[in-house]
């Protein structure tokens, strides 16, 4: 029987957690590693949505495509998740899947640097059309780590054993930044196609209509507007141009502030308000900090 309550299903330990998909209990209570086809099919705890209170770190291969941004992609060849606690998924609609599950328990990296550091990986909050996709020399540099630590997990566990699969862990999110980084490279041309539809977006907005509805533009809502989370799309611009998503938007208002101040008549308060900005010392502020002078100044310099 399905349960009706539809609010998602909330999972507090592995140990639950391979319960309910069938699987044996972990062999350590904070850290798993699953293979995906031991899994059986959906069960009534994961019929609508739920939430996992540990890091997931996924190699999948599914048999079906994808939308990526604007396009579709083939995650036949494979594609490799990074999800944080708390985060909300969707009930499976497929069991043909293959590949790998990496559970590992907040509480597991206590005590240890990469409990905090592990916040600073940018993918943990990407969504799921922004996986990672690997070569086969990734894809074997992958499962390396994964055999590691396996093997650390089905050997019998002792002092040093969480020392190893912490390091393991470590050096496989640091490889993660590595393919991530090669990805944006090798997608240039699709991803120069996205900065250039963000560019136009930014356009739209700055016009008085939107920016008086919707104030300042948001790395939030451009990013919903081009079908990407927020880090996903700072991490691409940072790699295409040196510069996070909240600083080209700064530029693209500076670049519009100026060409107003060179060819209107507007007042300073009357473009601030035109670019979003509530009030026009937020307006001066920003601009000093781009530009070194005042909105007057640079104004000035045209006179």
Do not use: C
Request: without cysteine; neutral net charge; hydrophobic residues 35%.
């Amino acid at each position: 029987m399905k349960r009706a309550n539809k609010s998602p299903y909330y999972f507090k330990s592995l140990t639950e957690f391979h319960k309910v998909l069938g699987l044996p209990k972990p062999m350590h209570p904070l850290v798993s590693l699953v293979d995906i086809q031991d899994i059986k099919d959906s069960p009534d705890e994961l019929a609508n949505s739920y939430i996992l209170n540990f890091y997931k770190i996924a190699y999948k291969i599914s048999f079906e495509e994808i939308k990526y941004g604007q396009n579709y992609f083939d995650y036949g060849e494979g594609g490799m998740i990074f999800t944080s606690p708390q985060q909300v998924f969707e009930a499976p609609t497929d069991t043909e899947n293959k590949g790998k599950l990496l559970f590992i328990h907040p509480d597991f990296l206590l005590s240890y640097p990469l409990a905090k550091k592990i916040k600073e990986y940018g993918f943990f909050s990407y969504d799921i059309n922004e996986a990672l996709h690997l070569s086969d020399r990734e894809k074997s540099m992958v499962f390396s780590i994964f055999k590691i630590i396996d093997d650390e997990l089905q050997n019998r566990i002792d002092d040093f054993s969480q020392d190893v699969i912490i390091s393991q862990v470590e050096t496989l999110l640091n490889y993660g930044n590595r393919f991530y980084k090669r990805q944006f490279i090798t997608r240039k041309v699709f991803n120069n196609d996205l900065l250039q539809k963000l560019d136009d977006i930014l356009n739209d907005s700055f016009n008085f209509e939107l920016t008086y509805r919707q104030g300042i533009p948001t790395v939030q809502y451009r990013a919903e507007a081009l079908s990407m989370s927020s880090n996903y799309l700072s991490d691409m611009l940072r790699s295409l141009t040196g510069q996070s998503a909240q600083q080209h938007i700064h530029n693209k208002l500076i670049e519009k502030a100026k060409e107003s101040l060179s060819t209107t008549n507007l007042s300073i308060s009357e473009i601030a308000y035109q670019l979003g900005f509530e009030h026009s010392s937020s307006f001066t502020k920003l601009f000093k900090n781009k530009v070194n002078v005042t909105p007057v100044e640079f104004r000035k310099s045209f006179t």
